[in-house]
Every structure is written in structure tokens, then in C-alpha cells.
């Protein structure tokens, strides 16, 4: 059974950064495009972030590109999104995503995580 696990949400001020890790198992990693999205209080659901299942093809929302990065090591089943120069308006839970063989912006993933809390204090 497939699974994601988020890691390294929290509490931290505006221009700090967090690094957000998601631990897959159940899956062959390596054929699954990876990304990450967020959903803040009252607000819908919006895509952040993929990378392509091998690697090096990456996309972002206009708001956090320069900010943020995505990256992934199929070695370890795991992806990342390191997040610098964080912004109140960063402040949702943010949740990975992974989708076999593509890269989604509307959310139609394969397996979800339960999501992580982010925080940003101005």
C-alpha cells in the first residue's frame, strides 16, 4: 500500500526558511511525478510545485518561484521542497502528491500525504 509522509512543517518568521521532506513507500518512486501543493485556512487548494519523475523538468507557482525549491532523491523515496524567504501569506498545510508516469496542477494525484503545517509569523 502506497504512502506519503510529510515532514518539517512549523512555526517560523517572515525571510526564514523550512525545508519539507515526503517520505514515499509502497511505490516504485521512480515512475511517479512529485509535487507539492498547499491549502490555506478558507481558501481552495492550489499547486506549488512538481518535478518531473526523473528528475531536472520542475515547475512553481509564480509566487514562490526564486523562493522555493523542489528537488527529489529516488534513491531514498523521498522529495523535497526547500522554501526560503517565506512569506505570511506562505502560512497553509502543504501536502505531496504523487502521480504515475505525470505532473498535475489540478490535483488529480494518485496518493496523498496527510499535509504539514507551515506558519509564517510577520
Known amino acids: 500500500q502506497a504512502r506519503l509522509v510529510e515532514s518539517g512543517g512549523g512555526l517560523v518568521q517572515a525571510g526564514g526558511s523550512l525545508r519539507l521532506t515526503c517520505a514515499a513507500s509502497?511505490?516504485?518512486?521512480?515512475?511517479?511525478?512529485m509535487h507539492w501543493f498547499r491549502q490555506a485556512p478558507g481558501k481552495e487548494r492550489e499547486f506549488v510545485s512538481a518535478i518531473h519523475w526523473r528528475g531536472g523538468t520542475t515547475y512553481y507557482l509564480d509566487s514562490v518561484k526564486g523562493r522555493f525549491t523542489i528537488s527529489r532523491d529516488n534513491a531514498k523515496n523521498t522529495a523535497y521542497l526547500q522554501m526560503n524567504n517565506l512569506k505570511p501569506e506562505d502560512t497553509a498545510i502543504y501536502y505531496c502528491?504523487?502521480?504515475?508516469?505525470?505532473?498535475?496542477?489540478?490535483?488529480?494525484?494518485?496518493?496523498w500525504g496527510q499535509g504539514t503545517q507551515v506558519t509564517v509569523s510577520s
Open positions: 502528491a504523487a502521480s504515475q508516469y505525470a505532473l498535475t496542477r489540478d490535483g488529480e494525484a494518485d496518493y
Open positions: 509502497g511505490l516504485t518512486f521512480s515512475n511517479y511525478g
